[in-house]
């Protein structure tokens, strides 16, 4: 494509498939402790897409 | 849905059901506009053609950006359906398995900070220290409702966990004692004011904790306006040089500087620049406060723009630090887009009150650390186990999916519905939104998808030349 440039992402529906092994760490746990998100959480699964 | 914004100079989308993410020259960009707003292909075509003469684009260009478009589109990575709403109300149904305690091992402090959501750390209630055998039984507690998850998190916290650091240290000795035989891997963090940080502190948390956090607002004066002993004397000068050396003997690594920013520090980057550029770390967070909305510390809607740009100066100079080969790292910056959370975590929410829970010195269990010593919030205790199961029901379905305001945001599948404490405190329901923290939460979003994008950029015209 000339006009787009696409990041690697993780595809959403296939982390439907083969995602939630619950293994992560919960997401206010680390180092906030007063704003959730989950995005800065890794994945624990290395194998999973 | 879509999100489309422009940042740093980059046009950047963010097709929202399939995370993906594209940067577009501006011509995509209006066109992917136009045909989100409903307009057919050939209707925008006609308008880009228009909007773009006086920028000698050609019929062809216009072509060519929309067959992009929809080439994005057939494969799934713009206008994606949303197809995982069923999925978080099957989450009311989903096994209750928990696999995260903080251990509230110190309802007291030796600072006095007025800022304090937790009442100088006795939690609105009685000062107190928890025992080696409550906190045993709360291990033993989270070990029994684990299931097989393997990965097990206890956060030593308080008020100041240092001052019952004896316990802290037997409990994790009586953790590594039983997680061989019952398949678990306990992950400790310690949450530190730094007062009480000796050399014994520091080999046994280098040796232990898998994550240490170091509350440090900044600059001395920043610092020092709150955090205060008891004699009304500024901390700063007694903790950075322990903080210094923690980190030191840490490698570096597996830490944060956690500060607070409140509305007379709203030039809150300056506090993270001094923390590393003057004092040598890192890994750094910072956080706004949580306060009662007539605090006057607490943040307005009129700090909001300041904020903004706050954070849009510290994306952009985390980008110079890193091409000058002295990177940063923020903690609400951290993205890992191929290897991140998968669905389910993203719509989940935090795991207060079901996977993560709040243990006070006395056991008691609460949702959270935020709710604790609120009668109405107390879920039980680690000898009953959750005997408010209610409660526990009404937090699996704290997610984007129960809060309508979250229905058309962009940002839904980063946040989880955000933090239901903050909800609590902001509309009296746990199941409302904290306006202000989603608007900090999305403008913090914006900037590290932007971080992203530059760093693949960057990296393209790298391999180009």
Known sequence: MKHIVTLD???????????????????????????CGVANQPCENKDAE | MIHQYILNGYHIILDVNSGSIHVTDPLAYEAIRLIDAGKTPEEAGRELLAGFADRGVTEQEVQ???ADVEELRRSGKLFSEETFADKAFDLKKRNTVIKALCL?????????????????????????LMSFETGKRALDFLVEHSGLRRNLEVDFFGGEPLMNFQVCKDLVAYARSIEKEKKKNFRFTLTTNGVGITDEVIEWANREC???????DGRKEVNDRFRKDYAGNGSYDRIVPKF?????RRGGQGYYMRGTFTHFNTDFTEDIFHMADDLGFAELSMEPVVADPDSPSALTREDLPVIFEQYEILARDMLRREREGKPITFYHYMLDLEHGPCIYKRISGCGSGTEYLAVTASGDLYPCHQFVNDPEYRMGDIWEGVTRTDLRDSFKLCNVYSRPECADCW??????????????HATGDIHGTYETGCEIFKKRIECALMIKVAQAMEGRQEKES
């Open chain 1, 9 to 35: 992402t993780r595809d959403m529906a296939k982390s439907a498939v083969n995602g939630g092994c619950g293994e992560c760490q919960t997401s206010c746990q680390s180092a906030c402790k007063t704003s």
């Open chain 2, 104 to 128: 509230l091992v110190a309802h007291t402090c030796n600072l006095n900070c007025s800022y304090c959501f937790a009442a100088q750390g006795n939690f609105h209630g009685q000062h107190g």
């Open chain 2, 64 to 66: 060519e950006s929309l």
């Open chain 2, 210 to 216: 898998h994550n240490v956090v170091l509350s440090l």
């Open chain 2, 411 to 424: 940002a839904k599948l980063y946040c989880a519905g955000g933090c239901a404490a903050n909800a609590y």
């Open chain 2, 244 to 248: 210094q050396e923690f980190v030191r």
